[in-house]
């Protein structure tokens, strides 16, 4: 099993990016060798015929690294969809290996990777590779970041089991309220339900903050909040 998290999320928008940039972050301040990576990225951006993602850009500004982009994220896909499709779409095919190799050269750098999924564990790559069989290969120790809001109780249950079927280890649930804040019943009451049905440690709960936007990385309050709200445990 290798050192670091394999980020998840019960969807996509729940906070994958601010919380493995925040874990980055965390253990970067620690003075630990950390490394990060988003294997697999749509959406990204065309500049000067080169596709950036915003997600990887604030990861390595989280982690402070300076491995090259294409380490970092070796495939970027322009359209913003699922991975197949936005591959269908460019008449590309997402080479596995080129993921494979970036992840190996990332791992003998770094003695700690965070690495963030793409959406939900069920999301396909390949025609019948998902996510979830990606993160097997990485053999990293999964977190899965959920809202905390109605609704995540079975989102999260769902992704939980999941991927215990599929022989993950399941380190713990990060509850994030990326969209509005959450008012103090729902958010406990589901942390209990979720904690008593998987039996998995709540490892924080990040309220929903403005200075948590990805699109205006903010150190300072990211470094502040997740020192503030996440179990300290989780930093090894
Ligand atoms: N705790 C939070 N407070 C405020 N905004 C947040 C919070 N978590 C996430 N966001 C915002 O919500 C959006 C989705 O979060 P992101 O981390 O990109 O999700 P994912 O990586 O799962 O798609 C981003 O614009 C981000 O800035
Ligand atoms: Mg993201």
Known sequence: MGKGYFITGTDTGVGKTVVA??????????????????????????????????????????????????????????????????????????????VRMAYDSLCERHEYLIVEGIGGLLVPVDEYYFVVDLANEMELPLIVVCRSNLGTINHTLLTVSYAREHGLDVKGIIMNESTEKCDDVTRMTNAAEIKRLTNLPILGMIPFDKRLDVNKFNKEALLEIFRDKIDKDIII
Do not use: W
Not at 72 to 85: C, D, G, K, R, W
């Open 21 to 98: 940039g925040g874990l980055a972050a965390l253990y970067k301040n620690k003075g630990l060798n950390i490394g990060v990576m988003k294997p697999i990225a749509t959406g990204c951006k065309r500049v000067h015929n080169t596709l950036t993602s915003d997600d990887v850009v604030f990861l390595k500004r989280s982690a402070e690294v300076d491995d090259e982009y294409e380490l970092i994220n070796p495939i970027s896909l322009e359209q913003p969809f699922a991975p197949t499709v936005a591959a269908r779409l460019s008449n590309t095919k997402i080479d596995l290996e080129k």
